[in-house]
């Protein structure tokens, strides 16, 4: 699977979620109040790896459900 074939779902305890989507132009960031921010592939890491470390979230990873041409 490529990155760009799957979204990441970052959920924090209190239910919280960010989603993390590889799009043509770069990354997509949307968050659980449905504010769309571009990012680059080192602010994904920042917002992934710090709170997984501590154990704070869970890291979900789901294909998307494209059809291949």
Request: proline residues 4%; hydrophobic residues 30%; aromatic residues 6%.
């Amino acid at each position: 699977m490529k990155n760009d074939e799957c979204t990441l779902y970052i959920i924090t305890k209190n239910g919280a979620k960010q989603s993390f989507r590889k799009e043509k132009d770069g990354w997509i960031q949307k968050s659980s109040k449905g504010i769309v921010r571009k990012c680059t592939a080192e602010q994904v890491l920042s917002h992934i790896l710090p709170p997984l470390a501590f154990g704070h979230v869970t890291l979900k990873v789901k294909p998307d459900n494209k059809k291949e041409k």
